[in-house]
């Protein structure tokens, strides 16, 4: 369980921040700004869900929660000494990735065909989506090129990848199921 009982601790004045196994880092590092990113696409998520209502309400909470598995999982660093922690550190795993593909076939399956790209925007709902779908694909831009560096839990990476389609098909559940969607025009205003 945890307990927060003092915000401030002044360990980061320094520039530094802890990392889920102790070790001190820069705020700067690769590693920080990904998690960083994982935790602004959850402020997101937070943001639409004050549109949100019922089936979708849940999925965006289950998100959320994914969420913070996932920056407790960006955190961790050095998989192969997974065992050797005092408890098991908590990775992202490939049921999470199915339930997001399950969501995304059931909602998608209400859909038309897309004939052209679509606009952000449309309903408030729809348009925080869109917002949550560009974050959540810096936070997957930013957890590669992590991956470049540094060992992480591939499933991390796939989560993010589908997690931006999620957001997109469900923007246009929120736009009336698609009929709401704002088409772009190419050249339109030349």
Known sequence: MVVLNKIYTKTGDAGETALGNGARVAKHSMRVIAYGTVDETNAAVGLARIHAEGLLDEQLARIQNDLFDLGADLCRPDMA???????????????????????????????????????????????????????????????????TMEDINAHAVTYLNRLSDWFFVASRIANDEGRADVLWVPGANR
């Open 81 to 147: 000494r997974d065992h050797e922690a005092e408890y098991p550190p908590l990775r992202m795993v490939e049921s999470q990735v199915k339930r997001l593909e399950a969501e995304i076939d059931e909602m998608n399956a209400r859909l038309e065909p897309l004939r052209s790209f679509i606009l952000p925007g449309g309903s408030a709902l729809a348009a925080h989506l869109h917002h949550c779908r560009t974050v959540s694909r810096r936070a997957e831009r930013l957890s590669v090129e992590l991956a």
